[in-house]
């Protein structure tokens, strides 16, 4: 088996574990307690579309804030809560600026991973590859993020953790490195509230969301992306 970390595209054909932990995999792991099935949406004119034809709960964001004339912003919480009309589906149609981007380009089996379901990640990935799991951090704009980072470090220690044969277990210098930033969690914490999505987040009125997304191991939902939509595995 072979480990390794990426930026914003996937270095494996087998298996990748999509990373946006602020907020797009957390908003999308959280949202399976809710909806049944996500449909990702590369543009918010896309959704509008898709909706016509598939009618959901439209939600996303544009530079963390809700795009104008959808029910719903990409915060985790509020779509982990929703309450449903009558006559709608638990379908959520979603569309955020990095992470629903990032699953647009990805050929492999791909898994959302974040750190409030990390562990549960790491086991899934180790049950549906064969032989490379690519841990693939979507980053900010073509930009590093270190959230990302510190949630992917969390998922591949867990990984490193589970896997049964350590002899054939090969893991990159780049994933090593993410495990090794990931031990104090207050500090990942704090750089979660530090980091530029964070600051952000915290300026439009979103400090709760950072709150939920820096919590460690909290659900073993894991969402799986298949035929254009995200169900949980
Ligand atoms: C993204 O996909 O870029 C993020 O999730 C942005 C956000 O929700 O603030």
Redesign the pocket.
């Known amino acids: 088996m072979r480990v390794t970390l990426s930026f914003e595209e996937t270095s494996s054909n087998d298996l990748s574990v999509m990373v ?1 932990a ?4 957390t ?1 999308i792991t959280a949202a399976l307690n809710n909806f049944d099935e996500i449909i990702p949406c590369f543009s918010p004119e896309n959704a509008f579309k898709i909706n016509k034809k598939k009618k959901g709960v439209l939600a996303g ?1 544009r ?2 804030v809700k795009i104008k004339g959808f029910d719903l ?2 915060s985790p919480d509020s779509l982990e809560n929703y309450e449903f009309s009558d006559d709608e589906f638990k379908r959520l149609i979603l569309t ?6 990032v699953l647009e380009d990805i050929k492999s089996t791909t898994i959302i991973g974040s750190l409030i379901n990390a562990k549960s990640v790491a086991k899934h990935a180790l049950n549906l590859s064969k032989e490379h799991i690519d841990v693939v951090m ?1 980053g ?2 073509g930009y590093f993020a270190i959230e990302d980072f510190l949630a992917s470090g969390e998922i591949l220690y867990w990984i490193s953790k589970e896997i049964k044969d350590k002899n054939d277990f090969k893991i990159s210098e780049y994933a090593q490195s993410a495990i090794l930033a990931r031990g104090d969690y207050d500090k990942i914490k704090e750089a979660f509230y530090n980091s530029y ?1 964070g600051r ?2 915290s300026e439009i009125g ?1 400090k709760n ?1 950072v709150d939920y997304c820096t919590q460690k191991n909290i659900t073993d939902n894991v969402a799986i992306y298949e035929n254009g939509v995200l169900k949980l595995v």
């Open positions: 946006d602020l907020r797009a995999s908003s964001e530079n963390g912003g990409n955020t600026t990095n992470g629903t981007r979507a900010r704009n999505s952000r987040l979103c969301d």
